[in-house]
């Protein structure tokens, strides 16, 4: 390990011990009100990766702790930036998705607590948007939407909330013609299958407004409604219904849709059918009505890009809606305690599949993701998994190391041809995704060691270090002062080969300038740093 002796030797050659490679310029961050807001820089430079943060909240009924999670959350990922230096304007209109579908009042067995997990907590989504408005941004530029079911807002506690936050949150669930135009916002699919143009409910996909995806960690038909499926309730009645069945016109203008689009789909399937597990599965409830939805699916997402996509998995929901595998055959919901989040919704939702018990490679909404350049790894082992902490600690971490929850949907059911699938079940059988069609590749790995530039620096209260190391093995990251006495040990231990990061708070140091370390494998890294009270 690296003594004083070493330190001094080292801060003489600072920097010279192995090649440094800056892999991006950041910015000075902070929980202050400046004239932008932005997402931590760490999650920006890493736009591939899924970061999941444990919470320890005790019963889904626990209002306050599940806001508190929400406030925690939105603190370490939301941040004040100046817009000069890539910040988002203050006046931005904040989009904000959870997801609100229908409750199941349809069915007797309907009661609000027992529905609950059919949508985004409202109590983490209140803590989220208060999380952004301690960075100056006023409650009436948030906007809550969605088209599904406004009759439920009311039980989901959503009205109660958007009055507390001061959030626009109203009954947009007309259809075009009826919808006044303002809050319609029409955006070309110039990739589309199925959509030449798709009307959303504004302000989302509007040019000065930004998107916060907030999905439910649950079970559903086409799968775990996640990220990618949960914006299909950012559009316009009718156009957002892309579960409809195959021979389905969706009862939406003809002209909106490619007038080859079926043809086009059912191609799509026979080439799909013998290589993306259950697609095969006949009948207008099988594989060809996921090749339909997911085809519209993808057109969505193709042209809607959120600044945050976010699975709230304090409690996960299984089953679909009401039904599911509970007593009186009811959903059942389960502590799960993770929040699941990235820049790319599909790397959040394999992530997603994989801790809902599921295996992701089974799925055909990622193969079809990848096909059209969505995602670039279908392997959830393949993809880069950060634990996250509230103090904005970034750790690779296996993904074995977190837990998984089971929980029990309907997808593509092998009930024929002689299968006796139960009707709740796991889609966990292996996969072997060096069979795919696109074969993925492996996770991207430095050849050097990096220790990056402090940031903020100069800084106040806090800064962020950021290292990467070649393989797999065990670091130290300390901070020393001038003289190369040993202030505190930042990080130590094994580390998975890759990048990581680490927060140090200065405390009661007095200004000056400060020393960090990287040790690993025979090899110290030394950077100065500025602290300015």
């Known amino acids: 390990m690296l003594n004083r002796r070493a330190f001094l030797k080292s801060v003489a050659v600072t920097g010279t011990a192995v090649a440094f490679t800056p892999r991006r310029a950041f910015s000075s961050f902070a929980r202050t009100t400046t004239t932008g807001f932005g997402i931590h820089p760490f999650i920006e430079a890493h736009p591939d990766a899924v970061f999941i943060m444990k919470t320890s909240v005790d019963a889904k009924t626990n209002a306050a702790a599940i806001k508190e999670a929400g406030l925690s959350f939105g603190r370490s990922v939301f941040l004040g930036r100046d817009v000069a230096d890539g910040g988002i304007a203050m006046s931005t209109k904040i989009a904000v998705k959870p997801n609100l579908t229908c409750r199941g009042k349809w069915d007797t067995r309907y009661t609000v607590e027992r529905s609950m997990g059919v949508q985004t907590d409202v109590n983490f989504t209140e803590g989220v948007i208060e999380s952004m408005k301690e960075l100056g941004l006023p409650g009436s530029q948030f906007y809550i939407r969605e088209v599904n079911c406004p009759e439920d807002f009311i039980d989901g506690g959503y009205v109660g909330m958007a009055a507390r936050t001061g959030a626009d949150l109203r009954d947009l669930s007309a259809q075009v013609g009826v919808l006044p135009s303002e809050y319609v916002q029409w955006k070309d699919v110039p990739q589309g299958v199925w959509f030449v143009r798709i009307p959303y409910l504004w302000p989302v996909n509007a040019p000065d407004s930004w998107l916060v995806n907030i999905a439910k960690f649950k079970t559903h038909s086409m799968g775990l409604t996640l990220c990618a499926k949960n914006i299909q309730g950012t559009l316009a009645a009718n156009y957002q219904e892309h579960c409809t069945v195959y021979s389905s016109t969706m009862n939406i203008n003809a002209a909106d849709v490619h007038a080859d689009a079926k043809a086009v789909i059912m191609t799509n399937y026979n080439r799909h059918a013998s290589v993306i597990p259950r697609w095969d599965r006949p009948g207008s409830n099988g594989g060809i ?104 600690t970034a750790t690779l971490t296996p993904l074995e190391n977190f837990p998984r929850t089971a929980l029990l949907g309907n997808y593509l059911r092998r009930d024929y041809n002689g299968g006796t699938e139960a009707a709740w079940h796991l889609v966990n059988e292996p996969y072997d995704y060096g069979t795919s069609a696109v074969a993925d590749r492996s996770p991207v790995t430095p050849e050097v060691l990096v220790l990056a530039q402090n940031f903020p620096n100069p ?75």
């Open 289 to 392: 009505w996921m090749e339909t939805w997911a085809s519209r699916c993808l057109d969505n997402n193709s042209v809607t890009h959120a600044g945050l996509n976010i699975i709230e998995g304090i409690y996960g929901h299984d089953g679909n809606f009401i039904d599911g595998p509970g007593a009186d055959g009811v959903a059942v919901d389960h502590l799960s305690n993770v929040i699941i989040f990235g820049k790319n919704q599909f790397s959040v939702d394999i992530i997603g599949h994989y801790l809902g018990g599921h295996e992701p490679g089974n799925f055909g909404l990622f193969h079809l993701a990848r096909e059209r350049g969505m995602v670039t790894e279908l392997n959830p082992r393949a993809i880069p998994v950060y634990d996250w902490k509230a103090d904005a």
């Open 459 to 533: 800084f106040n209260a806090s800064t962020i270090f950021q290292f990467t190391i070649p393989r797999a093995g065990d670091v130290r990251l300390q901070v020393h002062n001038a003289l190369g006495e040993e202030i505190q040990v930042v990080a130590e231990g094994w580390h998975g080969a890759g990048a990581h990061m680490a927060v140090w708070r200065a405390g009661a140091l007095a200004s000056g300038v400060y020393f960090y370390s990287l040790w690993y494998d025979g090899h110290t890294v030394t950077r100065r740093m500025l602290l300015i009270k």
